[in-house]
């Protein structure tokens, strides 16, 4: 008789802290044994020669995100986990996005309504918070937070979205005493919309001209802001999607100080840079994202932050609006200038192969780093830890077998995503995914999907072990 659902054998299994090689054996979707040899299971998966990581946990992805201007983002809750299954992700977190005047619970709700029975693999929510009035905070942030929504993005730039100082230092009050955590996107809102009108002014709208409306200064000014309220208010923060050295310059000073600042990279800032955007034609358009991909010497600077772990966490910060489309990257037309096209790049399936070559191939970081980096620090930060995150008895067993035989070439079409472009079309990389595992059942393996939609299921979040921890304040007298 079996002992096990299932047992891989022989894989070379890497975790956060170690690599060792041995047999898991899974029962009921959760990881019973690891050993160097076990015993029989009904199935069995050979990996000799492979190496095995916990499933990827992406924290950073828009999919069916609602857009004031009309543009649509080209992923769905189907399409957007197929991508993610199809390169070694098990676990997405997207948002849903509060309109002025929402409910935060009821938006919260719907996108789970929409979610429920679409998703290939496991999936939990933050909440983009754009209108933090008192029900919001104090009636409804409570609840939420007690049924798994425990992560909260807050913008400092973007028409409609940005929050004052004040409303961000209201926000994280709440963090504080609901002890969650707020993702922030730091640049400078002023700095943005005084350049781009002075671009406009003088013709100078080309999609290279993005890089110039969100220059360097204006993200670094901004993180050091948000990292000053969180100082103040005694709480940690994510700041998200950092491109540049002098933004990593401020992460260390905030750390040499003792403050909770944790960060988040992409792969768009470890592989490209802003001669993407100087093209003939509308096609940088291709690459308009923000912040936008920065120098040679910015990206040489995220890569060494990278391999001293300055980084938590590498997100895809998946936003796919097709290039050939009216409500997409030409919203405007081909003619538009840079402002008026919709930011962001997709990257939800690329992202664990990208940082798995360009990374731990060629030795920029560890494979421990790429685990912690992809799957196991997002879990701890969002509050999915332990279940989500470790190859640990008793945990989810979400995993992945890597192909590191067969260099793989880069191209849309054998993509997953319903966008029409990748912006690492061409790039051949050394690995990728042979088999993902989703508690412990195969969701992609040698080329095809083996699941229908909706064996993914919603993930409550806890509390996250670092909003428990007790911080100091500025301000003891005025918080408790």
Request: charged share 25%; aromatic share 8%; hydrophobic share 40%.
């Amino acid at each position: 008789m079996s002992e096990f659902d299932l047992v891989i054998r022989n894989g070379r299994i890497a975790t956060a802290a170690d690599v060792f090689t041995g047999d898991i054996g899974i029962v009921d979707g959760r990881i019973e044994a690891m050993a160097s040899t076990l015993g029989r299971g009904r199935e069995e998966i050979d990996a000799a020669g492979r190496t095995i990581t916990p499933g990827g946990i992406d924290g950073h992805i828009h999919l069916e995100q609602r857009l004031p201007d009309g543009a649509e983002i080209a992923d769905n809750f189907y399409t957007g986990s197929r991508s993610a299954a199809c390169g070694g992700t098990t676990t997405i977190i997207p948002f849903a996005f509060q309109d002025h005047g929402a409910s935060l619970s009821q938006v919260l709700a719907d996108y789970r309504e929409s979610a429920e029975g679409r998703c290939f693999i496991d999936y939990a929510f933050h909440a983009i918070i754009t209108d933090p009035t008192a029900q919001v905070l104090n009636q409804e942030l409570p609840a939420l937070v007690r049924e798994g929504y425990t992560s909260y993005k807050l913008y400092m730039t973007y028409e409609g979205l940005q929050l004052t100082d004040r409303q961000v230092l209201d926000v994280l009050t709440a963090m504080r005493r609901e002890q969650a955590i707020s993702m922030v996107h730091a640049e400078n809102t002023e700095f943005i919309e005084w350049l781009t009108e002075r671009l406009v002014d003088k013709g100078l709208t080309a999609p290279k001209y993005h890089t110039k409306a969100h220059p360097v200064i204006g993200e670094r000014e901004a993180t050091h802001r948000a990292m000053s309220m969180s100082e103040l208010v005694g709480v940690p923060i994510v700041l998200v999607h950092v491109s540049a050295r002098e933004v990593v310059e401020q992460i260390d000073w905030a750390r040499a100080r003792g403050l909770a600042i944790h960060a988040e990279t992409c792969p768009q800032y470890l592989l490209l840079t802003e001669d993407a955007y100087d093209v003939e034609g509308f096609e940088g358009a291709k690459y308009i994202c923000t912040p936008p991909p920065r120098t040679a010497d910015d990206q040489a600077a995220i890569w060494a932050a990278l391999a001293r772990d300055v980084f938590d966490i590498v997100s895809s910060d998946h936003s796919p609006f097709r290039y050939a489309d009216p409500k997409g990257k030409q919203i405007a037309g081909t003619s538009a200038g840079f402002h008026k096209v919709p930011n962001g790049v997709p990257g939800v399936e690329t992202r664990m192969p990208l940082l798995y070559s360009e990374g731990v191939l060629k030795g920029r970081i560890d494979v421990n780093q790429f685990v912690r980096m992809t799957s196991t620090n997002v879990a701890k930060l969002y509050g999915l830890y332990p279940r989500k995150g470790a190859i640990a008895l008793g945990a989810d067993a979400d995993l992945v077998i890597w192909d590191e035989d067969t260099p793989v070439t880069v191209t849309n079409d054998r993509l997953h995503h319903d966008c029409d472009y990748t912006p690492y079309e061409g790039m051949t990389l050394g690995a990728w995914p042979a088999i993902t595992l989703s508690r412990g059942r195969p969701v992609w393996r040698d080329g095809a999907l083996c699941v229908d939609a909706g064996h993914g299921e919603f993930q409550a979040c806890e509390r996250p072990a670092v909003a428990r921890a007790p911080r100091p304040t500025r301000i003891p007298e005025l918080i408790q």
